[in-house]
C-alpha cells in the first residue's frame, strides 16, 4: 500500500528536471513551429519596434540620408508636428465611430427581423452575410463602378435617368467619409447579424414569457431582456468591429488616389491611419517613420479595447 502510494505521489522536481517531465521528443516536435512562429512573428515585431527609434530609409547614404537612432523624435514629430497623420487620425476616428455605431445597429436590426427560423429567412441570411465572406477587392471595385463621377457611374445614370446633375462622388471631400462607412456597413452587417442571431436564440424564452404575462410591450422587453443580454456579444462585436475599422486599406487605396502617387484622395480628404503607414513605408522608403505610426496604431487600438472590456465588466458588476 504504501509503496504504491510512493509510485502515484507528486513529482517535485524543479527546473529544469521539471521541465523536461513532458519528454524530448514533444519539444521536438513542436520547434518547427515555435521556430516558424519565432522568425515569422516575433522577430519581425521587435524589428519593428526597433525601427520606430531610428531614421531608416532603406538606402542609408551618410552625407544625404543617415541613418541611425533618434530616440523618440518619430514618434516626437508624429504627435507634434505632422500635419497628414493628424487629418489621418482625425478621418480615421469619424470612420471607426461611424462604421462600428451603424454597422451594430445595422446587424442588429437584420438579426431580429430575420431571427424566426423560415426558409425565406434562411436565404435572406445567406444573401446579407455574402459580402462578408467576399474578397475586399471586388467590393470596392463594385463599388468603385456604383460612385463614378462620370456617367457610366451607376448612380450617376439613374441620376441621369430621373433628370438630376451628376455628383463627383469620390471627389467631394464631404461624401469621402460617408462613402466610406456605408461601404463598411454594407460588407459587414452580414457578419455581425450571424453573432447577435446566435445571442438572440441563446436568451431562454421564459424571461419574455414572464415579461408578456407582467405587462411588457415590445419596447419594455427589447429594452430589459434583450438589450441586457445581449451585452457580451455586443462587446464582441464592438471591439472586432474596431480593430477592423481601424485596419481599413483598401477603400482609400483603390478609390481615392492622386495624381502624385499618394493616397487619400484630394486634400487627403480620405487619408486613414493605414494608407498614411504604407505611403510612408513603401512610396516614400521612411520606414523607421512608418514603424512608429505602425506602433502608436497598436496602442489606441489595444487603450480602446482595454477600456471597452474595463467598461463592460464594471457593468456588469453593477448589475
Known sequence: MFADS???????????????????????????????????AVYPVLASLRLSFMRYNAICNPDQSPCGSVGF????????????????????????????????????????VLQEDTRSNRVLRVIFFLPSVTSGIAIVLVWGWVFRG???????ALFNFVGLPTVEWLATPSLAIPILIFMAMWGGAGF?????????????????????????????????????LLRPVMVYVGITGTIGAFQIFEGVYLLFPTSVGSIGGFKDMALMIVPYLYDMGFNKFRLGYASAIAWILFGIIFAISM???????????LR
Open 6 to 40: 510512493k509510485k502515484y505521489a507528486p513529482s517535485k522536481r524543479t527546473g529544469f528536471r521539471k521541465f523536461s517531465e513532458a519528454g524530448l521528443s514533444t519539444y521536438l516536435m513542436l520547434s518547427p513551429f515555435a521556430l516558424l512562429f519565432i522568425v515569422f
Open 192 to 228: 455581425g447579424m450571424v453573432l447577435f442571431l446566435a445571442g438572440l436564440n441563446s436568451i431562454p424564452a421564459m424571461y419574455y414569457e414572464a415579461a408578456v404575462i407582467d405587462g411588457a410591450g415590445p419596447r419594455e422587453r427589447f429594452r430589459y431582456i434583450t438589450l441586457p
Open 73 to 112: 523624435g518619430n514618434y516626437q514629430y508624429l504627435i507634434m508636428d505632422d500635419s497628414r497623420f493628424h487629418k489621418a487620425l482625425l478621418n480615421t476616428t469619424l470612420y471607426v465611430i461611424g462604421s462600428v455605431i451603424m454597422g451594430m445597429i445595422a446587424s442588429l436590426t437584420l438579426a431580429l
Open 150 to 156: 462620370d456617367d457610366i457611374g451607376l448612380l450617376n
Open 307 to 317: 477600456i471597452n472590456l474595463k467598461l463592460t465588466r464594471s457593468l456588469e458588476d
